[in-house]
C-alpha cells in the first residue's frame, strides 16, 4: 500500500530521508507543469520548483501531513508571483538563460553577446565551493532531476536542494558585482 503524504511527512519528521525523496517523487513532475503553467517559462519553472521544495524542507515540522499537497501548491504559487515581481521590478537582471549559461542558437545578432556572458557565468562557476558547483553543473548542464543529483553526489535530497539554491544565489550575486 502506497503511504499517505501524512505518513512520508511524519517519517521524514522522525529521521527518514528516503521519505522526503518519496515525497519529492509524487510532487516533482505535477509542481514542476503548474509552475510552468503559470511562469511560461522552463527555467523560471525549475527555479521555482527548487525554491518550493526548499521550503517544503524548511517547513516540514509546521505543515499538517493531511493538507501537504495542498499547502506545497500554495507555496509554489507563492513563489512563481514571488519569480514574476523580481521579473517585473528588475527589468536589467540578467536573463537565467545567460546566468546558467544555455544560451540558444536564436541567429540573432546578440548571439556574440550571449556568448561573452556564457563565458563569463562558467568562469564564475569556478569561484563557487565544488559542492555547489557540482549540484548546479549535474542539474542545469547534466540534466539530472534532484534525486539524481542527490545520489550522484552521495548527499541527501535536502543538501542537494540547499546546495543548488545557495549556489545560485552566490552566482547571481557574482553577476551582479561584475557588472557593477
Not at 502506497?2 to 517519517?11: F, G, K, N, Q, V
Not at 523580481?86 to 556574440?112: M, N
Not at 548542464?141 to 539554491?165: D, Q
Request: hydrophobic share 45%; charged share 30%.
Amino acid at each position: 500500500m502506497t503511504p499517505s503524504d501524512a505518513e512520508l511527512l511524519a517519517r521524514f519528521r522522525g529521521g527518514d530521508a528516503a521519505a522526503l525523496e518519496d515525497l519529492v517523487a509524487r510532487y516533482e513532475g505535477p509542481v514542476f507543469r503548474f509552475l510552468f503553467g503559470v511562469l511560461r517559462d522552463h527555467h523560471a519553472a525549475e527555479d521555482a520548483l527548487q525554491e518550493t521544495f526548499v521550503q517544503a524542507v524548511r517547513y516540514a515540522d509546521a505543515v499538517d501531513g493531511e493538507t501537504f499537497r495542498g499547502w506545497l501548491f500554495t507555496v509554489a504559487h507563492r513563489q512563481a508571483m514571488l519569480l514574476k515581481r523580481r521579473a517585473r521590478r528588475v527589468p536589467t537582471q540578467a536573463d537565467e538563460l545567460v546566468l546558467l549559461g544555455l544560451v540558444g542558437d536564436d541567429g540573432s545578432d546578440a548571439r556574440a553577446g550571449r556568448a561573452d556572458d556564457a563565458r563569463a557565468v562558467r568562469e564564475l562557476l569556478g569561484l563557487l565551493p565544488d559542492s555547489q558547483r557540482a549540484v548546479i553543473a549535474a542539474r542545469v548542464f547534466e540534466g539530472k532531476t534532484f534525486r539524481e543529483v542527490a545520489a550522484a553526489l552521495g548527499c541527501p535530497l535536502n543538501t542537494a536542494l540547499s546546495r543548488m539554491h545557495e549556489g545560485l544565489k552566490r552566482l547571481r550575486l557574482l553577476w551582479e558585482a561584475r557588472g557593477a
